[in-house]
């Protein structure tokens, strides 16, 4: 198998494996699910808070199976996990925080796999100004 092959399999498998995880995590925090909401309020977070979280997990987790905005989304969820991780070591057993770091490690693999395929930033590609010599006329 050619390693261009091989790379589009494992961005594929990480992609939807992490599509998954990410919105069936997050469609029971965006609901407000009392089991979901318990440990937001014990972080001493408000169920808006849980809400917003559940939601960018949702939009992450689909953006993932998208190739033009996996790389986007990915990063994104690395913010997401970012605010976990910490969250967990401020308040819970060190132990809990591995998931998070994990989560963080293959995010950023699939936005390095999915890199080529991005969409483009703002402002690049944008047409190229031309000098009219003053003359309002040629634009």
């Known amino acids: 198998?050619?390693?261009s092959r091989t790379r589009e399999i494992v961005a594929w498998v990480a992609c939807v494996a992490?599509?998954?995880l990410f919105t069936s995590s997050g469609v029971p925090k965006a609901s407000g699910a009392s089991d979901a909401l318990a440990s937001f309020e014990r972080w001493g977070f408000t169920a808006s808070?849980?809400?917003l979280i559940g939601g960018l997990e949702i939009a992450g987790?689909?953006?993932?199976i998208f190739p033009a905005s996996a790389t986007w989304a990915a990063l994104g969820l690395v913010g997401v996990m970012g605010g976990a991780?910490?969250?967990h070591l401020q308040h819970d057993p060190p132990a809990t925080a591995a998931v998070p770091a994990v989560l963080i490690v293959?995010?950023?693999?699939v936005a390095w796999l999915r890199r080529g395929?991005?969409?483009?930033?703002?402002?690049?590609g944008a047409p190229e100004v031309r000098d009219t010599g003053g003359d309002p006329g040629g634009l």
């Open 1 to 3: 198998m050619a390693p």
């Open 117 to 124: 395929r991005a969409l483009p930033r703002v402002g690049h």
């Open 85 to 87: 991780l910490v969250t």
């Open 106 to 109: 293959l995010l950023l693999g």
């Open 61 to 64: 987790g689909l953006g993932l």
């Open 49 to 51: 808070f849980a809400r």
């Open 18 to 20: 992490l599509a998954l």
